[in-house]
């Protein structure tokens, strides 16, 4: 463990810079469909969804795959992996000319995406145990502050240089952090032949008899589901409110980044609190707190409000990924930390993919407002299976245990 100090500050800035260029671009999807000619309105809140959920979509898929092999390999080289395939696949978005090649070149990347999820999976067993809390949330807020960068500057240089540039700097910016870590990230990762030799059927089966980490997918499904289906229309809704100068681009960013600054604030400290109090009390707290701070949104009736109102959201936000990580640290069985963080990503992804498509079609329904209503009661329903879930679980376990020393 003597290098995981070292290890955690550098993917802590190699997260930053992989964040900070793959937001650059992410919120302002719907205005680049209209830059290639898309104009009705409807068909741009349909597409953006749909392109937006299809990365996902491929990464649901293969994560799993991915998880297993860093099990068995390391996870190292699948943060390298990741990371150079994803520079490749990016700088090609930008030379995309309609629709269709940007929903294949979005399936592509989720395909071979995974920098994120391997980092996790990197601290989670190369730290100590008493400190996997802080790590992660360390770890977060590295990432977040990409999200906060990102988004910004994304606006800036959307105005000065348009869409399609921002891509090109997006792959650059992705290639830099993936050659620091394979130049400066050590792995303590030793192979075993029994590793090499695992059946992804038979480690699915051992997974999902521990009754814990179906609950903890479940929860992180929702927790996405929930958080990514606005994510998408939030230009949209800008646009809606009216932003100052008519600089929506610069707005949207704005709006995105002050979420990403209250997050980046609240996540070591919420990881500490986990370390200390139970990761399960944090993550309960912080998607009842993110549930009340989404119902405001409905009411909202200017620009301003909203930053306010997105930054308090932020603080709870903060409070979601990193314990959901240590939870599921926890209770993963030994030897396949990877491939629960694999299932993990699955299911975060399911929610990433269905989210967006939701949003997008209930917004034409009942409205974008009405949307955030909906995010707000999913999230109650998470935060209220979690609870019950982990404590009937307690309950039979103390039950399981009295019964044993009988």
């Known amino acids: 463990?003597?290098?995981?100090?070292?290890?955690?500050?550098?993917?802590?800035?190699?997260?930053?810079?992989?964040?900070?260029?793959m937001s650059m671009i992410m919120p302002f999807l719907p205005l680049y469909l209209q830059e290639m000619g898309m104009k009705n309105q409807d068909e741009v809140q349909l597409w953006a969804g749909i392109i937006f959920g299809a990365n996902f979509f491929s990464a649901f898929i293969f994560a799993?795959?991915?998880?297993?092999?860093?099990?068995?390999?390391?996870?190292k080289i699948m943060v390298l992996r990741s990371g150079f395939g994803m520079a490749i696949v990016i700088f090609l978005t930008g030379l995309a000319t309609s629709p269709t090649q940007l929903l294949f070149l979005r399936l592509l990347n989720?395909?071979?995406?995974?920098?994120v999820p391997a980092?996790?999976?990197?601290?989670?067993?190369?730290?100590?145990?008493?400190?996997?809390?802080?790590a992660l949330g360390m770890l977060q807020s590295g990432a977040v502050a990409g999200t906060i960068i990102g988004p910004f500057f994304g606006g800036i240089l959307a105005e000065a240089i348009g869409y399609r540039m921002i891509f090109f700097i997006t792959g650059i910016g992705i290639a830099i952090a993936t050659f620091v870590v394979l130049f400066f990230v050590k792995e303590e990762f030793c192979?075993?032949?029994?590793?090499?030799?695992?059946?992804m059927l038979a480690d699915a089966t051992r997974i999902f008899r521990q009754k814990q980490l179906p609950l903890l997918f479940g929860v992180g499904f929702l927790m996405q589901f929930a958080l990514m289906g606005a994510q998408p229309l939030m230009s949209l809704f800008v646009s809606e409110l009216g932003a100052p100068g008519g600089y929506i681009a610069f707005f949207s960013g704005l709006v995105a980044s002050v979420t990403g600054v209250a997050n980046m604030i609240s996540s070591p400290i919420l990881g500490r609190l986990g370390d200390r109090h139970g990761s399960e009390r944090v993550l309960f707290f912080a998607m009842i707190g993110t549930a009340v701070f989404f119902i405001p949104h409905m009411i909202v009736g200017s620009v301003w409000k909203l930053l306010i109102i997105r930054f308090l959201l932020g603080l709870f936000v903060g409070g979601l990924a990193a314990s959901l990580n240590s939870l599921i640290r926890k209770y993963?069985?030994?030897?396949?930390?990877?491939?629960?963080?694999?299932y993990n990503t699955s299911a975060t992804c399911l929610g990433n993919m269905l989210g967006p498509i939701c949003g997008g079609f209930f917004s034409g329904l009942i409205g974008i407002r009405g949307v955030f209503l909906l995010i707000a009661v999913t999230l109650f329903v998470a935060a209220i299976l979690l609870k019950i879930g982990?404590?009937?679980?307690?309950?039979?376990?103390?039950?399981d245990s009295a019964l044993r020393a009988g």
């Open 110 to 115: 989720g395909i071979i995406s995974g920098f």
């Open 390 to 399: 982990l404590r009937i679980k307690a309950i039979q376990h103390g039950s």
């Open 119 to 134: 980092s996790i999976s990197l601290m989670s067993t190369n730290s100590p145990k008493e400190k996997v809390g802080y």
């Open 1 to 21: 463990m003597k290098y995981w100090r070292r290890n955690l500050y550098i993917l802590m800035i190699c997260q930053f810079l992989v964040l900070a260029s």
């Open 332 to 342: 993963a069985p030994p030897g396949k930390i990877s491939t629960v963080y694999g």
């Open 64 to 75: 799993p795959i991915w998880g297993n092999l860093a099990d068995r390999f390391g996870r």
């Open 191 to 199: 192979l075993q032949k029994e590793k090499q030799k695992s059946n």
